[in-house]
């Protein structure tokens, strides 16, 4: 298994481009030996108009999107690398938000590095039904750009590319904050019918504990073996 973590082969050289502290951050990998755990608020989640919420609450069955929407929540993210049943180097990406007293969301995402594609294809949700490409960048200030591309559905005998016209694509960045020593994050779904259907900006700190495992409740309910 190749040494570098998925972040690091994704960007090859423009990884050392990255702000430290977001090498650091998206260094996590198993021959790493740690794991980072992220903490703060959401200063806004956002979502769009009326017509998009039955597109977002069915996300909430998989832990893909949500309806609801606020300011000042708190979450956390938890990366976490493992080795999946396929032997595939994994990392997790679990955002958790405590949208209100009683009432958690969570976004799921496991990550893997595919050499047949050259990229890191994001599995989205808690069964890994959904397979995104992402297109990863370097800011000129040392941050972090993604931007999703093609999607791919898989369940069972069943295999196809997912329409985009009844999806969205995600763009994100995030930088490291010199000032106030913290992450900042912000993330907007769009759909080309629809417009705009989700989004949050938010910063938080991190800890990295030492691991090379992610917890179970981190990991998927299946695992897929298509790319």
Known sequence: MPTDGVFRRALGADFERLHPQLQRRF????????????????SEVRRGPWWTLPFLAFGTLRNIMFPEKGQN???????????????????TFVRTMDIRPGRRRRFDATMIYSERRGRIVDYLGTHQHLAVDLDLSVTDDGGLRLASGAQRFYEGPVSFRFPMLFSGRAHLTEHYDEERQCFVIDLEVRNALLGFLFGYRGEFACEFPEGTDAPQTAKPYREERRE
């Open 73 to 91: 929540i708190p979450f956390q993210i938890d990366n976490h690398a493992y080795v999946d049943s396929l032997g595939r180097e994994t990392v």
């Open 27 to 42: 260094g996590v990998g198993v021959a790493a030996g740690y794991g980072c755990i992220g903490r703060g608020v959401m």
